[in-house]
């Protein structure tokens, strides 16, 4: 039984496509041959009544081939095949490319296997509304292929070629693209259970409002893509490229970017359950008021600007990530951290740094006007050019602790909140030209622990708010009242690591518990056990708080601080800082010798040290006090007397007498010698006296010259 497209009895098919687009609102008749003795054509026949002699995959190519002589209308219609039925259509290794740019038409058709492999269609490929059961095999060369509203079971568009694809409302269990080359892509409302990209190559891609249940897009290249409010279960970009991609609002179950590229990326207000943006590489990227937990920015690269406002990072790595200028106001900043990162430009103000850490990292400038600071904000082993720190607000317990344990600060400012208290932990910290701020009623130095600090162009005279005078230059001590909330701010970063977890393994909250992790951290950090190095820097801390330090350490801090101070010419300041510095040292001497380990000649050796350093502080101040070495020669003067008075009762008649000698051998020395005395003991005594004088007539000259000097 054969078949011709030019059959005198037409079949008699007829559809209803006013559903699609840009077509009248009217019935559509089958322009087809019937089959002989049948009264549809192959095409609308089920594909179990179409003979065995009768191939449909050929009729069809026969059919669009058309004849040169038919009318316009005729060969648009003889292009038609909508709601057709096939079982399998065989397009491989054909060529279409009419003369006309009449569509092929297969609207609403039904096929249960469709393969174009290898195949050329010079003009669209019209599959809308069409159902394809099995696969459908697209690796050839298209200039537009139309699935809008269709549904396929799996789509094999493995290495495509193609100016268009329109997926519009399409429904894919499967999409396979690898290594496409597309010039535009459209997938808006569509619906991909697996969609695979991997080193595809497309100009311009439309996913908005798309669902994808796993999206792969590995080394992929999309210049133009739109995938705003999208749906992703897993939507992997692994090292995918973009000129400009829009994700705004798109909903990511798993989101992997690692190593993607951007010209520019926006993210704004996306959602993530995980995010992965390790080693991502972009001239600008959006990321505003989106939520985050636990996501990698692990060396990512951004060499313009990353702009989080408004979002809220929680447990998120940045360690070694290199950005020109992170925008991160009102943003909330809950235990993340910034590890070996190099930011050139941090903006934070208005955030909420719930014990953020910055650690062996560079920032050229930090700029943080009315943040929120929980617990210990750490700024440690930093390097930072300019900063400007300011909270409105500290807690947990009316304290936060900014740790700048091993940072270097060139310049800035660090306030204090009208309330409450930032203590700012200066160990073995680097100054610049920094001023610590305080509430403007009160002194700012009882919040700054100051501890083997350096000081490079810091200005001890700079800020009315640290008084040194009125707290009698002592650097190293804390206000007492502060003690109990330093150990709960102490403890706020591990009981927030703690409070994290507990509200990321799904478990509703009672009634009476705190509705965030923050608040939470707040309510266990009071009594939480601190953490090893959280409890070295709390005993330290509240060392201070008592107005001690170790010896040792207190000789390093005003060591650094009187080198600090004579390098900007305070003098005033050198002086009275070299003062505790040699006092710290007695103390350490004092300490060697109860050492019970030390040897004995150690020990001996340790004891004159000391003996030296109390001698030198007793008569001259260590050099800093005039006075006190008029105090001390006056003592002497008086201790002679009352000698001379002792061994020779009788040698005057009155004590003034013996004051008047004491007096004289004294400053016998400049005199020429001492006069005459009978008693021969008190002669040699007074010989001594006047040796001694000499001595301390040197000390007091000395210690006047260095004290004008100062």
Same mark, same amino acid.
């Given at each position: 039984?054969?078949?011709?497209?030019?059959?005198?009895?037409?079949?008699?098919?007829?559809?209803?496509?006013?559903?699609?687009d840009g077509e009248p609102e009217q019935e559509w008749h089958c322009p087809h041959g019937a089959l002989e003795d049948r009264e549809r054509c192959p095409f609308h026949c089920r594909p179990e009544a179409?003979?065995?002699?009768?191939?449909?995959?050929?009729?069809?190519?026969?059919?669009?081939?058309?004849?040169?002589?038919?009318?316009?209308?005729?060969?648009?219609?003889?292009?038609? &095949?909508?709601?057709?039925?096939?079982?399998?259509?065989?397009?491989?290794?054909?060529?279409?490319?009419?003369?006309?740019?009449?569509?092929?038409?297969?609207?609403?058709?039904?096929?249960?296997?469709?393969?174009?492999?290898?195949?050329?269609?010079?003009?669209?490929?019209?599959?809308?509304?069409?159902?394809?059961?099995?696969?459908?095999?697209?690796?050839?060369?298209?200039?537009?292929?139309?699935?809008?509203?269709?549904?396929?079971?799996?789509?094999?568009?493995?290495?495509?070629?193609?100016?268009?694809?329109?997926?519009?409302?399409?429904?894919?269990?499967?999409?396979?693209?690898?290594?496409?080359?597309?010039?535009?892509?459209?997938?808006?409302?569509?619906?991909?259970?697996?969609?695979?990209?991997?080193?595809?190559?497309?100009?311009?891609?439309?996913? +908005?409002?798309?669902?994808?249940?796993?999206?792969?897009?590995?080394?992929?290249?999309?210049?133009?893509?739109?995938?705003?409010?999208?749906?992703?279960?897993?939507?992997?970009?692994?090292?995918?490229?973009?000129?400009?991609?829009?994700?705004?609002?798109?909903? &990511?179950?798993?989101?992997? &970017?690692?190593?993607?590229?951007?010209?520019?990326? @926006?993210?704004?207000?996306?959602?993530?359950?995980?995010?992965?943006?390790?080693?991502?590489?972009?001239?600008?990227?959006?990321?505003?008021?989106?939520?985050?937990?636990?996501?990698?920015?692990?060396?990512?690269?951004?060499?313009?600007?990353?702009? =989080?406002?408004?979002?809220?990072?929680?447990?998120?790595?940045?360690?070694?990530?290199?950005?020109?200028?992170?925008?991160?106001?009102?943003?909330?900043?809950?235990?993340?951290?910034?590890?070996?990162?190099?930011?050139?430009?941090?903006?934070?103000?208005?955030?909420t740094l719930a014990s953020p850490r910055f650690e062996d990292s560079t920032i050229d400038r930090l700029r943080a006007a009315d943040v929120s600071c929980l617990g210990t904000v750490r700024l440690q082993?930093?390097?930072?050019?300019?900063?400007?720190?300011?909270?409105?607000?500290?807690?947990?317990?009316?304290?936060?602790?900014?740790?700048?344990?091993?940072?270097?600060?060139?310049?800035?400012? &660090?306030?204090?909140?009208?309330?409450?208290?930032?203590?700012?932990?200066?160990?073995?910290?680097?100054?610049?030209?920094?001023?610590?701020?305080?509430?403007?009623?009160?002194?700012?130095?009882?919040?700054?622990?100051?501890?083997?600090?350096?000081?490079?162009?810091?200005?001890?005279?700079?800020?009315?708010?640290?008084?040194?005078?009125?707290?009698?230059?002592?650097?190293?001590?804390?206000?007492?009242?502060?003690?109990?909330?330093?150990?709960?701010?102490?403890?706020?970063?591990?009981?927030?690591?703690?409070?994290?977890?507990?509200?990321? +393994?799904?478990?509703?909250?009672?009634?009476?518990?705190?509705?965030?992790?923050t608040e939470l951290a707040a309510e266990r950090a009071i009594d939480r056990t601190l953490e090893p190095d959280a409890s070295a820097t709390f005993e330290r801390l509240s060392t201070a708080t008592e107005?001690?330090?170790?010896?040792?350490? /207190?000789?390093?801090?005003?060591?650094?601080?009187?080198?600090?101070?004579?390098?900007?010419?305070?003098?005033?300041?050198?002086?009275?800082?070299?003062?505790?510095?040699?006092?710290?040292?007695?103390?350490?001497?004092?300490?060697?010798?109860?050492?019970?380990?030390?040897?004995?000649?150690?020990?001996?050796?340790?004891?004159?040290?000391?003996?030296?350093?109390?001698?030198?502080?007793?008569?001259? /101040?260590?050099?800093?006090?005039?006075? @006190?070495?008029?105090?001390?020669?006056?003592?002497? !003067?008086?201790?002679?007397?009352?000698?001379?008075?002792? !061994?020779?009762?009788?040698?005057?008649?009155?004590?003034?007498?013996?004051?008047?000698?004491?007096?004289?051998?004294? !400053?016998?020395?400049?005199?020429?010698?001492?006069?005459?005395?009978?008693?021969?003991?008190?002669?040699?005594?007074?010989?001594?006296?006047?040796?001694?004088?000499?001595?301390? =007539?040197?000390?007091?000259?000395?210690?006047?010259?260095?004290?004008?000097?100062?």
């Amino acid at each position: 039984m054969g078949w011709s497209g030019r059959a005198e009895s037409r079949c008699r098919f007829t559809y209803d496509p006013a559903e699609w687009d840009g077509e009248p609102e009217q019935e559509w008749h089958c322009p087809h041959g019937a089959l002989e003795d049948r009264e549809r054509c192959p095409f609308h026949c089920r594909p179990e009544a179409v003979p065995d002699g009768v191939d449909v995959s050929e009729a069809f190519l026969d059919a669009i081939a058309g004849d040169a002589n038919e009318s316009r209308k005729d060969r648009k219609r003889s292009k038609q &095949f909508i709601g057709a039925t096939f079982d399998g259509l065989d397009l491989s290794n054909a060529v279409v490319d009419a003369a006309d740019n009449h569509p092929v038409d297969l609207r609403g058709a039904t096929i249960g296997r469709l393969d174009c492999t290898d195949s050329e269609f010079g003009q669209r490929l019209d599959l809308r509304g069409a159902t394809v059961t099995g696969t459908a095999r697209f690796d050839g060369t298209y200039h537009d292929i139309d699935a809008r509203g269709a549904t396929i079971a799996e789509g094999a568009f493995d290495g495509v070629s193609a100016d268009r694809v329109d997926l519009r409302d399409a429904r894919l269990d499967t999409a396979g693209f690898e290594r496409a080359v597309l010039a535009e892509i459209d997938a808006r409302d569509a619906t991909l259970g697996t969609a695979t990209f991997d080193r595809a190559s497309v100009t311009d891609a439309a996913f +908005d409002r798309a669902t994808i249940e796993d999206g792969s897009f590995q080394h992929a290249t999309l210049e133009m893509a739109d995938f705003d409010e999208a749906k992703f279960g897993t939507g992997d970009f692994y090292h995918a490229t973009f000129d400009e991609a829009d994700f705004r609002w798109a909903d &990511f179950g798993t989101a992997r &970017f690692y190593g993607a590229a951007f010209s520019g990326g @926006y993210f704004n207000e996306t959602s993530y359950d995980e995010a992965v943006f390790e080693r991502v590489e972009a001239e600008r990227l959006y990321l505003p008021a989106v939520t985050f937990t636990d996501a990698t920015f692990a060396d990512a690269a951004v060499s313009m600007k990353l702009v =989080v406002h408004d979002s809220m990072f929680v447990g998120a790595d940045f360690a070694g990530a290199d950005i020109e200028r992170l925008d991160a106001t009102d943003t909330t900043l809950v235990g993340s951290s910034f590890v070996d990162a190099n930011v050139t430009d941090l903006q934070l103000d208005g955030a909420t740094l719930a014990s953020p850490r910055f650690e062996d990292s560079t920032i050229d400038r930090l700029r943080a006007a009315d943040v929120s600071c929980l617990g210990t904000v750490r700024l440690q082993d930093c390097t930072v050019g300019t900063a400007e720190l300011r909270p409105e607000t500290v807690g947990p317990n009316g304290v936060a602790v900014v740790s700048l344990s091993g940072a270097t600060v060139e310049d800035g400012v &660090f306030g204090q909140p009208d309330a409450d208290a930032a203590v700012y932990d200066l160990d073995r910290a680097t100054l610049g030209t920094v001023r610590f701020e305080g509430t403007g009623t009160e002194s700012g130095l009882d919040r700054v622990a100051f501890y083997r600090t350096r000081f490079a162009g810091f200005d001890f005279r700079d800020d009315d708010d640290i008084d040194l005078e009125e707290s009698n230059y002592r650097l190293h001590e804390l206000d007492s009242a502060l003690r109990d909330g330093l150990r709960t701010a102490l403890a706020y970063p591990a009981a927030l690591d703690d409070a994290v977890e507990t509200r990321a +393994d799904g478990t509703d909250p009672s009634a009476d518990d705190p509705a965030t992790a923050t608040e939470l951290a707040a309510e266990r950090a009071i009594d939480r056990t601190l953490e090893p190095d959280a409890s070295a820097t709390f005993e330290r801390l509240s060392t201070a708080t008592e107005g001690r330090i170790e010896a040792a350490a /207190g000789e390093v801090t005003y060591l650094r601080a009187k080198n600090g101070a004579n390098d900007i010419a305070d003098n005033t300041a050198a002086s009275e800082f070299f003062m505790s510095q040699l006092a710290y040292r007695r103390r350490c001497h004092a300490q060697r010798v109860r050492d019970g380990g030390a040897s004995l000649r150690d020990r001996g050796r340790a004891l004159a040290r000391w003996g030296m350093n109390a001698f030198l502080f007793v008569t001259t /101040g260590y050099g800093e006090r005039a006075s @006190y070495t008029l105090a001390a020669s006056a003592v002497l !003067i008086a201790a002679y007397a009352g000698l001379y008075l002792a !061994i020779a009762p009788e040698l005057f008649g009155s004590v003034s007498q013996y004051a008047q000698l004491s007096l004289g051998s004294f !400053i016998a020395f400049f005199l020429g010698g001492v006069g005459e005395v009978s008693n021969p003991t008190v002669s040699i005594l007074a010989q001594s006296e006047a040796f001694l004088g000499g001595f301390f =007539v040197a000390l007091y000259v000395f210690a006047l010259t260095r004290s004008v000097s100062r």
